[in-house]
């Protein structure tokens, strides 16, 4: 796999790397949809469950170039190369597109979903009663935690430790979108803006000779926690992509009606038109988190008026399915260079 790959291959998987990283951090968006769509899914997960018993064997005995080839090194060291930049770029400016253009983002997000399943369902040939109840089932589970309501922040670190388990499900599992998990379990913000602005900070203020952090308790606290939540994060990444592998393996198609059924009960979680609720304190005052940003509780949806607005919106929808459809080109002419 790794060395059948040229330099257009590994920019690309760079800039899937990017992809995946931004859909993350996006609440309702899972970048296990981009890696489905852009058509190396399977190979990811194949690639994470390669990180097992055998591989840390050779990892303590350093045979580091055996270890990299048995993991599929190449592919997976690119891939999240691009999902750390995107982690510090891509999504830094989606954050700052979602205030300025919220309504635009999300019918882009929209549409990027809805071709996501006509991709999956176009060529589906195993419908049968245990694959119908298996996306029947898919879609009540992606509808129900769409209307859960969110949970109070913990900061607990074993509690953070399950939150990164949980939260990195979206990378394993298309139409499971993570960042809505954690804020339903109350910990978006201080996992995913909190600590990640505290390692920022921290590691600008190491570039510039500046230390004083270590005797800033509330910083030394988000970086535990940052690091407890890594840790659970390649705890689940790894276990999940075991369990997936197996089950892909066994059940595969049963496996992809069930993912279909969570991508269309994710729709309501991205639907365009919709109202941010945000938290507040006990007095009615909108709740702040670190940065002074309010602190997102929910969403509460409706259908649009027919205005110039509500037409742009839908013409990002169509660009979101073509985006989707571009990538699916790209990834089936990809396989047919690879297969030739």
Same mark, same amino acid.
């Given at each position: 796999?790794?060395?059948?790959?040229?330099?257009?291959?590994?920019?690309?998987?760079?800039?899937?790397?990017?992809?995946?990283?931004?859909?993350?951090?996006?609440?309702?968006?899972?970048?296990?949809?981009?890696?489905?769509?852009?058509?190396?899914?399977?190979?990811?997960?194949?690639?994470?469950?390669?990180?097992?018993?055998?591989?840390?064997?050779?990892?303590?005995?350093?045979?580091?170039?055996?270890?990299?080839?048995?993991?599929?090194?190449?592919? +997976?060291? #690119? @891939?999240?190369?691009?999902?750390?930049?995107?982690?510090? !770029? /891509?999504?830094? &400016?989606? %954050?700052?597109? =979602?205030?300025?253009?919220?309504?635009?983002?999300?019918?882009?997000?929209?549409?990027?979903?809805?071709?996501?399943?006509?991709?999956?369902?176009?060529?589906?040939?195993?419908?049968?009663?245990?694959?119908?109840?298996?996306?029947?089932?898919?879609?009540?589970?992606?509808?129900?935690?769409?209307?859960?309501?969110?949970?109070?922040?913990?900061?607990?670190?074993?509690?953070?430790?399950?939150?990164?388990?949980?939260?990195?499900?979206?990378?394993?599992?298309?139409?499971?979108?993570?960042?809505?998990? +954690?804020? #339903? @379990?109350?910990?978006?913000?201080?996992?995913?803006?909190? !600590? /990640?602005?505290? &390692?920022? %900070?921290?590691? =600008?203020?190491?570039?510039?000779?500046?230390?004083?952090?270590?005797?800033?308790?509330?910083?030394?606290?988000?970086?535990?926690?940052?690091?407890?939540?890594?840790?659970?994060?390649?705890?689940?990444?790894?276990?999940?992509?075991?369990?997936?592998?197996?089950?892909?393996?066994?059940?595969?198609?049963?496996?992809?009606?069930?993912?279909?059924?969570?991508?269309?009960?994710?729709?309501?979680?991205?639907?365009?038109?919709?109202?941010?609720?945000?938290?507040?304190?006990?007095?009615?005052?909108?709740? +702040?988190?670190?940065?002074?940003?309010?602190?997102?509780?929910?969403?509460?949806?409706?259908?649009?008026?027919?205005?110039?607005?509500?037409?742009?919106?839908?013409?990002?929808?169509?660009?979101?399915?073509?985006?989707?459809?571009?990538?699916?080109?790209?990834?089936?002419?990809?396989?047919?260079?690879?297969?030739?």
């Amino acid at each position: 796999m790794q060395s059948t790959r040229t330099l257009t291959d590994r920019v690309f998987l760079v800039i899937k790397g990017l992809a995946m990283g931004a859909a993350n951090k996006v609440p309702g968006v899972s970048g296990g949809v981009v890696a489905f769509v852009a058509g190396f899914y399977e190979e990811f997960i194949y690639s994470l469950q390669r990180v097992n018993k055998k591989a840390f064997k050779l990892l303590i005995n350093f045979r580091f170039k055996s270890f990299y080839q048995y993991i599929n090194g190449k592919f +997976l060291s #690119l @891939l999240f190369l691009g999902m750390i930049v995107s982690y510090f !770029s /891509v999504s830094k &400016l989606l %954050d700052y597109l =979602i205030v300025h253009y919220e309504l635009y983002v999300w019918s882009t997000f929209f549409g990027m979903i809805l071709g996501s399943i006509y991709y999956l369902s176009k060529d589906f040939k195993k419908w049968n009663k245990t694959t119908i109840t298996a996306l029947i089932l898919g879609v009540i589970a992606g509808v129900s935690i769409s209307f859960l309501d969110p949970a109070r922040e913990n900061d607990n670190l074993w509690f953070v430790f399950f939150c990164g388990i949980i939260s990195v499900s979206g990378m394993t599992l298309p139409g499971f979108s993570g960042s809505f998990i +954690l804020i #339903l @379990l109350g910990n978006y913000v201080l996992l995913l803006v909190d !600590s /990640v602005n505290a &390692l920022y %900070d921290t590691i =600008i203020e190491m570039v510039q000779g500046n230390f004083e952090f270590i005797n800033n308790p509330l910083r030394i606290k988000m970086l535990q926690v940052l690091s407890i939540f890594t840790l659970g994060s390649v705890t689940g990444l790894v276990t999940f992509s075991h369990i997936l592998n197996y089950i892909l393996k066994h059940y595969k198609f049963i496996t992809l009606a069930t993912i279909m059924g969570f991508i269309i009960g994710s729709l309501g979680v991205v639907w365009p038109w919709k109202a941010t609720i945000y938290k507040t304190a006990a007095d009615g005052s909108v709740r +702040l988190d670190s940065a002074g940003r309010q602190i997102i509780s929910n969403y509460r949806r409706y259908f649009p008026e027919l205005n110039s607005e509500t037409y742009i919106a839908i013409a990002y929808i169509a660009l979101g399915i073509l985006i989707v459809l571009g990538l699916e080109w790209y990834g089936k002419h990809t396989r047919q260079h690879h297969s030739a």
